[in-house]
């Protein structure tokens, strides 16, 4: 079974549209994290979500926001995308200091 | 600014050799330390984790170095199979609980030669 779990793997979509990305885990872990990766593999962590209670948020545009129907989903949506969006997302989950897995990744490609 | 980064930013070993992959860090508050390895295409996987009051651990191939002293730390793969051949990862967690997240790296890519 997969632990960390993204939809979809592929996202191409126009500027200005507004886009979501889900994010699923079935380890049972309290808190779950989005990162963004850029074209030079360069990984920052964008979100954090503790008990449905956001933890983190680094200087990222408020175009993104974190949604956690629970505690096993963390998705992530996007307004108003922009060229500079373009990249690679992962979610990710820990059981506090131990245990970061991560998913598989969604490429997001803005045109 | 990022606190962890790498010296090398590609690295080739022939297969079968033993590689080692090399990590500075900046902050002192850092006391948890994971190396992961991403392959094209896929998320970064945990490889082995070191807690500040280490200086060693070791897995099946791997170990981990961690010197406090001057901030530095490194993966060892012993005897490179092609499979090792991804980029790698350095990351860091500073005490204050695990929502705090990971602070990564930018990453080496190592290519093991035939």
């Known amino acids: 079974d997969t632990a960390v779990s993204q939809t979809p793997k592929y996202l191409v979509t126009q500027m200005g549209n507004d886009k979501s990305i889900k994010c699923e885990q079935n380890?049972?872990?309290?808190?779950m994290y989005w990162y963004k990766q850029d074209s030079k593999k360069f990984l920052k962590i964008m979100f954090s979500y503790n008990n449905k209670e956001l933890i983190i948020n680094e200087t990222v545009p408020n175009r993104f926001s974190p949604k956690s129907p629970d505690k096993a989903h963390l998705n992530l949506h996007i307004n108003s995308l922009e060229l500079g969006d373009s990249a690679v997302y992962f979610c990710?989950?820990?059981?506090?200091?131990?245990?970061?897995?991560f998913g598989p990744g969604t490429r997001l490609t803005v045109l | 600014g990022e606190s962890v980064g790498l010296h090398l930013p590609t690295l080739s070993v022939q297969e079968g050799d033993n590689s080692i992959i090399n990590c500075a860090y900046s902050n002192s508050a850092s006391d948890y330390f994971i190396w992961y390895k991403q392959e094209s295409g896929k998320g970064p996987q945990f490889i082995i984790d070191i807690r500040s009051n280490m200086d060693k651990r070791q897995g099946q191939r791997v170990t981990v170095l961690l010197n406090k002293t001057v901030k530095h730390l490194s993966l060892q793969i012993a005897a490179t199979q092609p499979g090792d051949s991804a980029v790698y990862f350095c990351a860091e967690n500073i005490a204050g609980g695990g929502a705090d997240g990971l602070t990564f790296g930018k990453g080496t890519h190592l290519i093991i030669q035939p």
């Open positions: 990710a989950s820990s059981q506090g200091r131990t245990g970061w897995y």
């Open positions: 380890l049972g872990h309290d808190t």
